[in-house]
């Protein structure tokens, strides 16, 4: 090799090294090429023009697709009397079908005179760590871009990074969080114990995981289920901590949500009694509970002197609150019925011990009727209640059930009345129901109403009681057009057979 002749000492350095050296002259004819640049470019030396480079040897661009110009050559370059310092180079030929990334420095080499005699390249193959550097950078990208608060602490747990979701998060932004420790989260809703654990055990080289409440900037609790792992070097020594944490709160608020709606669901289906058994007459009633658990109910009670308490009444609210309002008023009318047969009396009593449990804005419609089968006569008390209606053989209106007295929870003794006795012929038709069947919309704003609900009793006289509150509740599903419903739509129906 011309370049190196009579100089055995410096050929045998070059050829040892690892790193690939080529030298091309003026003419850009190869003078020198060493093994390494043979086995890193798959090709060795070849008797070329300059303008063949790229074809020959397959120089790309950094984007792998376009061909590098064979005059922009690093070694092109330094022929020409220029410097390059660094650059990356893809190479993919019929010996590197994979490819193979190289980094590259050019310089010329000057004669006595300084006249530019030679170019000469030196380069190493840097493929493993062009791809550390990628998969870094994918990792980089993904800590900055995920949905999930990343936190990275030292030994001593002072934060020296955050990634963009935790400052969402958190409300913290990123200069306000380093140099400090995580102790600016805490919630003080864990125990000392609980963080001696923690540090026992991610200090023990192991990962740690569990679901912490931590407070966000502006004084606002948050869920969050909490990873911390150890960063170990290459001796297994730890150096650093990973936090990543997922703000689970609005999974939580659906947790408790579903949670107090299943128990509310619990709770409802003891105070529905549709089972009643009494000569002469046909009773039924029904309840069909919104998706959101309402708080209506409907009652079939056997009174000390034989007759018998038809209640029907609705909770203002929803979910376990509303349940659970409702099982206690339940529990005590069916007490207060045992020992007296006045309507009015028992809401009244009703009224004062619901009053001292219910909140503001919260209150019970309810209506109480004694039914008197040996007498045909009806007597009620209504405490806010929805009218229920008395309807005749044809169909039309003999009596109007108003409320008699302010729903249950608005006043402390405040007095409820009874109707005056309501006598009952064969064939009359009493209904019941709660508002979410008169409240129930169309699709065009329309309300269900109370004339619907008597023309589908006036229609369906022949039928059972029971077949009629089902009429009613497929009637106002078809009506909504909703494949959920509003609000609970719950009726009670009692019929006078005309046999008797």
Known sequence: MKFIEGKEPLKAVLNSLTDGVI?????????????????????????????????????????????????QLPLARAIRGEEVIDEHIFIKNPERTEGVWISISASPLMDEKGSVKYGIIIFRNITKLRKQRERLEHFASGVEQTADSIVITNLQGVIEYVNPAFEVTSGYKRDDVIGKTPRILNSGKHGKAFYKNMWKTILGGMSYRSTVINKKKNGELYWSDQSISP??????????????????TEIRKQQDQEFQLNLARQVQQFYYNSAVSVPGFD?????????????????????????????????????????LIMAEMRAFLRAFTKMDNNPAKILTQLNNELIADLQNEQFVTLILARLDPRERSLVYA???????????????TDYVMESTGLPLGFQKDFKIENSEPIKLTPDNIAIFFTDGIME???????????????????????????????FIYKEVCSFSEKHTQEDDITSVIFKINSTS
Request: net charge negative; charged share 20%; hydrophobic share 40%.
């Open 23 to 71: 030298v091309a002259d003026m003419n850009s004819d190869f003078l020198f090429f060493n093994p390494a640049a043979k086995k890193i470019l798959g090709i060795g030396s070849r008797d070329i023009a300059q303008a063949n480079w790229t074809s020959v040897y397959g120089c790309y661009r950094t984007d792998r697709i376009t061909p590098y110009p064979a005059e």
């Open 440 to 470: 129930a919309q169309s699709p065009d704003g329309k309300e269900f109403g109370i004339d619907r609900i008597l023309n589908i009793v006036k229609c369906e006289q022949k039928a059972t009681a029971q077949q009629i509150v089902e």
């Open 283 to 323: 009773i039924a009633g029904a309840a069909y509970p919104a998706d959101k658990t309402g708080g209506d109910y409907f009652d079939f009670i056997t009174m000390p002197d034989g007759c018998i308490a038809i209640a029907i009444g609705d909770v203002i609210g929803h979910g376990i609150g509303a349940a």
């Open 231 to 248: 960063l170990k070097d290459d001796n297994g020594n730890i150096y650093s901590f990973v936090s990543v944490l997922k703000d689970i």
């Open 382 to 396: 209504s405490a806010g209640h929805v009218p229920a209606y008395l309807l005749n053989r044809s169909g039309k």
